[in-house]
């Protein structure tokens, strides 16, 4: 009987009290309720909205976009911590920055051995990349290969060359078969360009003109809609790239990055036989590199550009910690590309996804009733897309950088990647010096049966890539970052919401925030 009835007692307390509700449910996870699939869908489908053009940096859509993440600061109850305008603190951090574009009036000859000289033309032959000053030269051809270097497998598609005040001659993309390839495969498009950039300035080159390996039509010719997608275009209107603006910072030094050239068929028949080119391939993985013979010696250029200047914006908000001398980061970039002749690159994984996860994380603060130990500090930035300025110039003003003791970043959290074999992967990237940040990730997606499986992206300091977290690891601050990595419809019009698998960026939505408020505290 004494037992039925402490049984009979304890089903009404159950039953009056349900489990979730009553027995001591902490901050932590208070907040964790706050995060769902609408909380994060919402943000993804209005930033990659057609209202918002791309989102591209400088222009309306991105202002609107801004104007948007603002008000969803101002209204989940975070303070504004962005600049000072008549004694009122906003939500915007503005700063300018200078946009190149390639001029019209490009030129490129090459003069073979037996001094004939052919001359090409602008859009039709070739296409120049925006460099920040219009640059001329003149200067001997050199065959670079693809223009890599990678010391741990022993390639270098520079061995033995001189390089210095040439004007290179490389292949366009990476290798991709054997080794070499193996390790190139997973590194996302954006970073092996700058990486081939880096290089060329590094080694000195005067100019680069860059050529298809496989032989195929360009993919920069005028009609052809995305640089990555040459495909199905019949328009009779020209279309440019996005890739046909950059920006840089007034205040960096005038900078030594070669212009680039990239050319088409009839072009790189003046400069190489295709046999050539295969027979390099060919030797990639033998440890002995084919010498490659160039039908043409020397070249002519002249590579002009446009200069405008832009005013950009971030958008900052903080939850004021009890101990705000120390302060956690979470950052994602809200601009995209833009929209070019009556097409729009939505950007929805790229990185609506993201910025859904920082607003979705600070509601979840929020939502935990109590205040983190430390700040935190939330930063949508713009600009990323072409040059990390946004949070560049963040750091760059930020007095007291010592203070930020975490950065957490978000780029593209949507999709399966397409070295993923599951849905529910993602890579977790972070400081192999920090090596409890894993820990801290792993015991969240356990204790709160987050699904979702991680890679270990440990990265050493100096070696971070991809976003804006690399500006951060210049400084030395910690970082961790999810990414799902790159897919066909990376930097394409067609990265929509419909093919964001919103469940999955909620699942990292959470996982994220339990880990940065295990961090704050
Ligand atoms: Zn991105």
Redesign the pocket.
């Known amino acids: 009987m004494k037992k039925l009835s402490t049984y009979t007692i304890l089903l009404t307390l159950l039953f009056h009290f349900p489990f979730s509700h009553s027995l001591a449910q902490t901050p932590k996870e208070k907040g964790l309720q706050a995060i769902d699939e609408n909380t994060v869908a919402s943000t993804i489908t209005y930033l990659s909205s057609d209202w918002m053009e791309g989102r591209e940096a400088g222009r309306p859509g991105a202002y609107r976009a801004a104007e948007y993440l603002a008000s969803m600061f101002e209204f989940m109850g975070l303070e504004p911590a962005g600049d000072v305008v008549n004694g009122k603190s906003t939500y915007f951090q503005s700063f300018d920055v200078l946009e190149y574009k390639a001029s019209e009036k490009q030129h490129f000859s090459v003069k073979n051995g037996r001094g004939q000289e052919f001359t090409f033309a602008n859009h039709t032959d070739f296409e120049v990349k925006a460099s920040p000053n219009s640059v001329n030269g003149k200067g001997n051809l050199i065959f670079v290969g693809y223009g890599i270097q990678v010391d741990s497998l022993d390639y270098n598609d520079f061995y033995k060359k001189e390089l210095k005040g040439k004007i290179w001659v490389r292949l366009k993309g990476v290798p991709t078969e054997g080794k070499i390839g193996n390790s190139m495969k997973d590194i996302p498009l954006k970073q092996i360009h700058k990486l081939k950039e880096q290089l060329a300035s590094r080694y000195g080159a005067l100019a680069v003109i860059e050529i298809e390996p496989d032989g195929n039509l360009p993919q920069h010719a005028h009609n052809v809609p995305f640089r990555d997608n040459r495909k199905y275009y019949e328009g009779d209107k020209p279309l440019s790239s996005f890739y046909d603006t950059r920006l840089y910072s007034p205040v960096t030094e005038v900078s030594t990055i070669p212009p680039l050239f990239m050319g088409g068929e009839y072009l790189m028949a003046s400069l190489i036989e295709q046999g050539e080119i295969n027979a390099y391939k060919a030797s990639l993985n033998t440890g002995k590199l084919h010498k490659v013979n160039l039908k043409a010696t020397s070249a002519t250029f002249k590579a002009n550009s446009d200069v405008e200047r832009k005013r950009v914006r971030n958008v900052l908000a903080k939850i004021e910690g009890t101990e705000p001398d120390s302060l956690v980061m979470i950052g994602a ?1 809200y601009d995209h590309l833009g929209k070019r002749e009556g097409y729009i690159w939505n950007g929805a994984d ?2 609506a996804s993201g910025v859904a996860a920082i607003l979705g994380i600070a509601k979840a603060a929020k939502a935990t009733g109590v205040q983190p130990k430390k700040t935190m500090l939330f930063a949508a930035w713009t600009a ?2 072409k040059g990390l300025h946004g949070s560049k110039n963040f750091l760059r003003t930020f007095e007291n950088k010592s203070k930020i003791k975490m950065y957490l970043n978000f ?2 959290i949507g999709r399966r990647g397409d070295w993923h074999s599951k849905d529910n992967q993602v890579s977790f990237i972070y400081n192999a010096e920090n090596p409890s940040t894993w820990d801290i990730n792993a015991e969240n997606i356990e204790k709160y049966n987050i699904n979702l499986e991680m890679f270990d992206g440990k990265t050493k300091q100096g070696e971070a890539g991809g ?1 804006d977290n690399v500006n951060f690891d210049k400084e030395g601050i910690p970082f961790f970052w999810y990414h799902t990595g790159g897919h066909e419809d990376y930097h394409q019009v067609s990265d929509h919401a419909d093919k964001i698998m919103m469940d999955k960026a909620a699942e990292i939505t959470k996982l994220s925030y339990l880990t940065i408020w295990d961090i704050a505290q």
């Open positions: 970039h790229d990185n990323e897309e780029d593209m976003s």
